[in-house]
């Protein structure tokens, strides 16, 4: 597979207007491709999402490749210096809409992924690849999906690099081993409404929830590990009243987030919080939202071979960091016991004029090779 390969698949799937949900084609170019390398491929279409399992061998270990066809929407087109769906290069740069986040990842796996067959038609274990339209998005039609189908028929994977733009300011300098948690709630605190010059009358929800929300705010709730920060809380946004300035509130409304490590569950959070709630003699209502699970892969056989590979072919030596939001990793990991995210340098994603650096191209391909190389060959 010649140099140049990885720019023109990323400038193909950039073209295609996937603003998630939609795949606008992706998967059907990636399919084509996969097939003439002997892949089976598996569709798990649900609920207007495109999911594609591609498998090729059937024995132990089973190493996957994850990534995401969707993007997030362009924004003002006319803030764009090209079209966001008209893959544009200069100066070094490719730009469009997923250059970065995530199809330039997923070109480099699929080439990759030739070249390692061309390289090792009868290699050992099996390659795999788990791709989806619903990352961007909701996340409830996509990868848990195929998770759950795989999970069903027994069908766990052994290592999962996950293509997500993990790269700070040097491309191949950090590789993502974990994810915080997250975990978000509704609390409704409930009062008397009334007028404010009879304050016998009425039961202020703001005044008797602000020193609960005060310690909510100064609890510990751990201290983290070797991988991950202690678990934060934060009040995200707070409502109350009617807009009139001589009306009690009859309710307050606050929305709150916790990102979580594997020092702390989502049912301890929650009892802690209700606890704390009722020892302050509060009238309320609580609606909770477990936006992901944390996950954690310590340095191990999948560690070893990303960190090797990225030395061999960028030069830098990774670090592992569990930094930043939540990921399809989350899923993944109920059924693969080494998940690690790893991709080109993310200071564009979501932004106008989401770039790449050309020049990183085919070094991203080359180090998935090089993956598979070290953990299949």
């Known amino acids: 597979m010649s140099d140049g390969a990885t720019l023109s698949l990323a400038r193909q799937l950039i073209e295609q207007q996937s603003v998630t ?20 491929l598996e569709r798990f279409d649900s609920g207007g999402v495109s999911n594609l399992w591609a498998r090729r061998g059937n024995a132990p270990p089973l190493l996957c490749f ?6 997030v929407p362009p924004g003002p087109v006319d803030r764009w210096a090209s079209p966001p769906f008209k893959p544009t290069t200069r100066d070094g740069l490719l730009y469009g809409r997923g250059a970065a986040d ?70 191949g300098d950090t590789i993502k081993n974990g994810r915080r948690g997250s975990l978000s709630a509704k609390l409704v605190v409930h009062g008397i409404q009334g007028h404010v010059a009879y304050p016998e009358q009425v ?49 307050f409304d606050i929305l709150f987030n916790f990102r979580f490590s594997t ?53 830098v030596e990774a ?11 989350r899923f993944i990991a109920d059924i693969c016991p080494e998940v690690v995210e790893f991709g080109p340098i993310n200071a564009s994603i979501h932004k ?8 990183d191209l085919d070094p991203l391909s080359h180090i998935y090779q090089g993956v598979m190389k070290r953990l299949l060959a």
Not at 23 to 38: S, T, V
Not at 353 to 359: F, G, K, T
Request: proline letters at 5%.
């Open 66 to 71: 994850a990534g995401h066809t969707d993007v």
């Open 203 to 251: 039961k202020n929800p703001v005044h008797l929830a602000v020193p609960a929300l005060a310690e909510l705010a100064a609890t510990r709730w751990d201290e983290g590990n070797e991988f991950f920060p202690p678990t934060s809380f934060q009040i995200s946004n707070a409502h109350a009243g009617t807009g009139a300035t001589n009306v009690v509130p009859g309710s």
């Open 102 to 171: 995530m199809k330039s990842s997923l070109a480099a796996i699929v080439v990759a992924a030739e070249r390692f067959v061309h390289l090792h038609p009868l290699h050992q274990g099996s390659l795999a690849l788990l791709l989806t339209s619903d990352e961007e998005g909701d996340a409830i039609d996509g990868t848990v999906k195929v998770v759950e189908a795989l999970h069903a028929r027994k069908e766990s994977i052994d290592y999962c690099v996950v293509g997500e733009p993990t790269s700070a300011t040097r491309f």
């Open 319 to 329: 670090q592992l960091s569990t930094s930043g939001g939540t990921s399809d990793g």
């Open 21 to 40: 949900p939609a795949d606008a084609g992706c998967l059907e170019l990636i399919e084509q491709r996969l097939k003439l390398i002997g892949f089976t």
């Open 352 to 359: 106008i004029d989401e770039c790449i650096a050309i020049a």
């Open 263 to 315: 020092a702390s569950t989502p049912d301890g959070l929650q009892a802690r919080v209700h606890a704390l709630l009722d020892r302050h003699g509060l009238d309320y209502e609580i609606a909770w939202t477990l936006g992901g699970k944390p996950f954690l892969t310590r340095p191990g056989k999948l560690v070893t071979a990303l960190t090797e590979s990225i030395s061999a072919h960028a030069g």
